[in-house]
């Protein structure tokens, strides 16, 4: 049996996975947010597990993650949950993410599982410690503010605390990544071929080889390449704080008129679209923070296409979508802000072949956790569990080994299920 990894760029890389054990039930379930949204998520209960797992991502659908089986056959049910619009993140807010995840907490808490644990793989990862640091905290302590200004209700929430959380392969966040990737040539945001030559990276005189042959960048063009990355997400920033004020205002304007016109402009959409968001120099030059990265990045073996294409980090957003998720200067949902907040149990899985998180960063990222409990393990395998090398275990298969084990050494685990 297989499943498919998707990732962004929308293509699936085939991953072994094996079935589920027997003694599994799978049952659907629609929930309501404490704001009024609806989500749905998949429950995997296994005969005797007290202890559920729960994958989510922000951006996407777990309902089939490869890891699935792999945790029943470690003993503990699962659940898998979406966001209020999964796979579908122009409007993705963090925060109103949070809303989404406590209301599968509350789900499982309310049927009675005896200890819940966050598992999150990539994105997932800064949204699970985003959640349980804003969990632990006092409600009136809790943010009150979306970074674009809209009150936000996660004082009112209930918002159980997990018991531990499990972090795959995770990404510093959809902010820091984006900065890392977007392409500081692009000098005129409305023209997706409009470009700096000095701040190509696409260009042999700036060092890049013919693919897929590596590519080697000068100390002097980096260092003026990732200052130029932090001048373009700072200009976007600027453009979606204005547009953020300018709906605010109308909004304020009709609460005090009550005009027509004022609620039309308060409800028509402000996009952005950020064009050429591959361009990451580690992704064609191994030098960079090596580690057993394959050529290219998550996207696929040709970045140097890919950035031109129509697929892409924050290609399109509302305002408030960006300044929540995509800038690394207002996003709360940085794995390195709320790390600090982390303080369960907590193993921490890195993939040796990773393209989103390398080692000087995921070294950073565990550094950050504030769990006195806390597990680091590097595991052979790429970002979506693709195994490093043909012939060799995926890197889900390689992690399981460590969440069993991990698992059973902490929360009470059902034993191993009968083959019927």
Same mark, same amino acid.
């Given at each position: 049996?297989? @499943?498919?990894? /998707?990732?962004?760029?929308?293509?699936?890389?085939?991953?072994?996975?094996?079935?589920?054990?027997?003694?599994?039930?799978?049952?659907? %379930? +629609?929930?309501?947010? &404490?704001?009024?949204?609806?989500?749905?998520? #998949?429950?995997?209960?296994?005969?005797?597990?007290?202890?559920? #797992?729960?994958?989510?991502?922000?951006?996407?659908?777990?309902?089939?993650?490869?890891?699935?089986?792999?945790?029943?056959?470690?003993?503990?049910?699962?659940?898998?949950?979406?966001?209020?619009?999964? *796979?579908?993140?122009?409007?993705? /807010?963090?925060?109103?993410?949070?809303?989404?995840?406590? $209301?599968? %907490?509350? &789900?499982?808490?309310? *049927?009675?599982?005896?200890?819940?644990?966050?598992?999150?793989?990539?994105?997932?990862?800064?949204?699970?410690?985003?959640?349980?640091?804003?969990?632990?905290?006092?409600?009136?302590?809790?943010?009150? #503010?979306?970074? $674009?200004?809209?009150?936000?209700?996660?004082?009112?929430?209930? !918002?159980?605390?997990?018991?531990? @959380?499990? &972090?795959? $392969?995770?990404?510093?966040?959809?902010?820091?990544?984006?900065?890392?990737?977007?392409?500081?040539?692009?000098?005129?945001?409305?023209?997706? !071929?409009?470009?700096?030559?000095?701040?190509? !990276?696409?260009?042999?005189? *700036?060092?890049?080889?013919?693919?897929?042959?590596?590519?080697?960048?000068?100390?002097?063009?980096?260092?003026?390449?990732?200052?130029?990355?932090?001048?373009?997400?700072?200009?976007?920033?600027?453009?979606?704080?204005?547009?953020?004020?300018?709906?605010?205002?109308?909004?304020?304007?009709? $609460?005090?008129?009550?005009?027509?016109?004022?609620?039309?402009?308060?409800?028509?959409?402000?996009?952005?679209?950020?064009?050429?968001?591959?361009?990451?120099?580690?992704?064609?030059?191994?030098?960079?923070?090596? *580690?057993?990265? %394959?050529?290219?990045?998550?996207?696929?073996?040709?970045?140097?296409?890919?950035?031109?294409?129509?697929?892409?980090?924050?290609?399109?957003?509302?305002?408030?979508?960006?300044?929540?998720?995509?800038?690394?200067? %207002?996003?709360?949902?940085?794995?390195?802000?709320?790390?600090?907040?982390?303080?369960?149990?907590?193993?921490?899985?890195?993939?040796?072949?990773? +393209?989103?998180?390398?080692?000087?960063?995921?070294?950073? !990222? &565990?550094?950050?956790?504030?769990?006195?409990?806390?597990?680091?393990?590097? #595991?052979?395998? +790429?970002?979506?569990?693709?195994?490093?090398?043909?012939?060799?275990?995926?890197?889900?298969?390689?992690?399981?080994?460590?969440?069993?084990?991990?698992?059973?050494?902490?929360?009470?685990?059902?034993?191993?299920?009968?083959?019927?």
């Amino acid at each position: 049996m297989s @499943a498919l990894a /998707v990732d962004r760029l929308g293509a699936g890389r085939d991953v072994h996975t094996e079935p589920a054990p027997p003694g599994v039930t799978v049952s659907t %379930h +629609q929930l309501t947010t &404490f704001d009024g949204a609806k989500v749905e998520g #998949v429950l995997h209960t296994l005969d005797g597990a007290t202890t559920v #797992v729960t994958l989510m991502h922000p951006r996407q659908s777990v309902t089939h993650h490869p890891m699935i089986p792999l945790l029943l056959r470690s003993g503990v049910a699962v659940w898998t949950q979406g966001t209020r619009s999964p *796979n579908n993140d122009i409007a993705l /807010v963090h925060e109103q993410a949070l809303l989404d995840a406590a $209301a599968g %907490h509350v &789900f499982l808490r309310d *049927n009675g599982f005896e200890a819940v644990l966050t598992f999150g793989h990539s994105g997932g990862g800064a949204l699970s410690a985003f959640y349980i640091e804003q969990a632990s905290l006092e409600p009136e302590l809790r943010l009150d #503010v979306t970074p $674009a200004g809209r009150p936000i209700a996660l004082a009112g929430a209930r !918002m159980p605390v997990p018991d531990g @959380a499990i &972090f795959l $392969a995770p990404h510093p966040g959809q902010g820091k990544v984006l900065l890392n990737c977007i392409d500081p040539a692009v000098i005129d945001e409305s023209d997706p !071929m409009s470009a700096d030559p000095a701040l190509d !990276m696409y260009s042999p005189r *700036n060092g890049f080889a013919p693919p897929p042959a590596p590519s080697r960048y000068p100390l002097d063009f980096l260092r003026a390449y990732r200052a130029a990355q932090r001048d373009r997400i700072a200009r976007i920033d600027a453009r979606a704080v204005e547009l953020a004020a300018e709906a605010s205002q109308a909004r304020t304007r009709f $609460a005090r008129t009550g005009d027509r016109d004022d609620r039309r402009a308060s409800l028509a959409p402000r996009l952005i679209t950020t064009y050429r968001t591959d361009a990451d120099p580690a992704s064609v030059d191994p030098s960079i923070d090596p *580690n057993d990265r %394959h050529y290219g990045s998550l996207f696929g073996g040709r970045p140097d296409l890919v950035n031109y294409g129509l697929v892409g980090f924050g290609r399109l957003t509302t305002p408030d979508a960006w300044l929540s998720t995509w800038s690394a200067n %207002h996003s709360n949902a940085a794995f390195t802000r709320c790390a600090p907040g982390v303080r369960l149990p907590t193993l921490y899985l890195e993939f040796s072949g990773d +393209q989103a998180a390398l080692p000087g960063v995921s070294g950073g !990222m &565990f550094a950050a956790l504030a769990a006195e409990d806390k597990t680091h393990h590097v #595991v052979r395998g +790429q970002h979506f569990g693709q195994p490093v090398a043909d012939g060799e275990p995926t890197g889900y298969a390689a992690a399981a080994v460590h969440v069993e084990r991990w698992l059973a050494d902490r929360f009470a685990t059902a034993p191993p299920q009968k083959t019927r």
